[in-house]
């Protein structure tokens, strides 16, 4: 069978390797498992609903989760079959930008989970006149439920005309709009067909280190997210079953619950893992300390494919003997690799990570690209630590002269919604301008250097790259957040928010008295001047002038529900730098 649209995912399923637990989620705190069959009969009878609500090809439906779930597979697949699009959208963002999208892709209804996003979309609703329903997956009251829906289609009369309608589809045909979240700007509401994401599913897939042992992955980066959604794809192409974590929150519980083969991450996560098991090991005492760090030494010197030789892997094997073993254990005992995306990964954890058996590819995309352009993979030595892998089959990348990493291949958007302006601006014939920097060695691993858009000039004409350093500060576990600026200053400064929990337990090991709370914290001249010490080591790598001079600290946690972070907990840099425009001019106001 040749899948050629997206719909067609869960028939490959069915037909080469059906599943008892295709999609798990938990409710009550039990799993309840839904079976390949049931995820198709399902999505059959929302597709019917659908149909007999009136819903017509090229529709627009919303669909709001604040946690993966099954239900929006179901839907996922029940509006596509019927030649509808399908438009998610951030649980976490504002009213206002729910209803920017409502407009903006004139979507008839929405379909999300709880009564919270139901109190937000519910209040702005009256604005959009295309909007006719909302529809809840859980009960709400003064809402309607999804199994309305489900209990129109029960009736399977009209299923002659669903197989009309997914005939008519064809992969050139608009699958979904994702407005981008983005660090800066309006939403822009990219458009992918069938076939841009089908291709990077099929593609990618060959990437995934899979053997005939794997069998669960588990998921919780929100299915909204390009990222997520086509690893889900690739999941479902492979007959891996799908587990959907709780909440971020529990995810270490979830992880030891389910002990899954893969998981997806973005740097953040992984650095607060990173972070939590060594406080673990700093809890140590005596020769098991001692032990424990001298492993974290070996992890931290690791390169690929034995490059450091005999005696550096003998000491490797005794180091995940005696104390790797339990980090793998920690992460449920069966974690072989997982896909990072979305902002760049410190080559420390990478390196650590693979040294503990537990390798982190970390990959390359956009929302415009569906989203993979390259990715790591261990296997025929397409794995280098500090880059972002090698182009995916099918997907040509080439740099512009001015640094600029332009994009070609069948991933490739079809434009943005409702703006063929900015459409052809990113676009030089069939080259999509990604608005990043990077670099392609003679080995054709692509690094990234920077953000087009984020790079900036000093008043003395230096180029900065604000990532790099960022990356380097938030090494420091006394750092949680850092946001590097400087356009047209002198000098380069940063914005922190200090990691007040790990700073607390420094404080009480080390009778430190100021600690109390957050605004102790960024009162205190211990904690200011131990501060400065982590960034005095993350300027070291680099030249005199893009150093950081001076910095300032923040007495809140930037978070996503703050608006701060994106929802894969990039920094939000227009927000942060107007946010504490006070701290900023402190810096530069200082002679």
Known sequence: MQITRLFDFPYYQLKNKPLTNAFV????????ETSTQEYIDKANAISRGLLRMGVQPNDKIAIISSSNRTEWNILDIGILQIGAQTVPI???????TYEY??????????????EELFEKAKSISNNCPDLKEIYSFETIKGCKNWNEVLDLGKDESNQDEVEKRKDAVKETDLATIIYTSGTTGTPKGVMLSHKNIVSNSLDGTLRLPLTGSDTKVLSFLPLCHVFERVLIYIYQYNSLSVYYAESIEKMPKNIKEVQPSFMSVVPRLLEKIYDAIIAKGGELKGPKRILFFWAVRIGEQYKPYGENGWWYEKQLALANKLIFVKWREALGGNIKAMVSGSAALQPRLARVFAAAEMQVMEGYGLTETSPIINVNMYANKLFKIGTVGTPIDNVEVKIAEDGEILVKGPNVMMGYYKDEELSSKVMTGDYFHTGDKGEIDEEGFLKITGRKKEIFKTSGGKYISPVLLENEIKQSRFIEQALVVGEGQKMATAIIQP?????????????VNCCKSNKDIIDSSRVYDRISKEISIANKGFGKWETIKRFELTVEIWSVENGLLTPTLKPKRDVIQEKYIDLYNKMYSIS
């Open 499 to 511: 990691n007040f929990e790990f700073i607390k337990e420094w404080a009480r090991i080390h009778h």
């Open 90 to 96: 951030y649980s976490t963002s504002s009213k206002d």
């Open 101 to 114: 999208i409502f407009l903006h892709s004139e979507a008839t209804l929405c379909f999300l989970s709880d």
């Open 25 to 32: 989620s938990k409710k009550d705190g039990e799993w309840i």
